[in-house]
């Protein structure tokens, strides 16, 4: 499973984001992990290397969400 993160801004791809998955169950929510994007702004999450519950895995829609970037991922200011 994989997801593209772009800057709103610029659509130029968002390396170095963290990118939460999760499965939307009829059990409620269940977060099946978290991936990095690479240079390109992809997330792929491999395969779980633990015990996924079958609600996961029957899951009627799965959902990528990115909680937003920190100050230290805007380029600097330039004074005049």
């Known amino acids: ?3 593209t993160l ?3 801004a610029t ?3 968002a390396p170095g984001m963290t990118v939460a998955f999760t499965a939307n169950a009829v059990s409620g929510p269940i977060v099946i992990g978290t991936a990095v ?3 390109n ?4 999450l491999a395969p779980p ?3 996924v519950p079958g609600t996961t ?3 009627a829609s799965y959902t990528a969400s990115f909680a937003g970037a920190t ?6 200011s330039r004074g005049a």
């Open 1 to 3: 499973m994989n997801a």
């Open 49 to 51: 290397t633990r015990t």
């Open 37 to 39: 994007t690479d240079a």
């Open 57 to 59: 895995l029957t899951a």
């Open 6 to 8: 772009r800057n709103a």
């Open 11 to 13: 659509n130029a791809p």
């Open 41 to 44: 702004g992809v997330a792929t």
């Open 71 to 76: 100050a230290s991922h805007h380029p600097p």
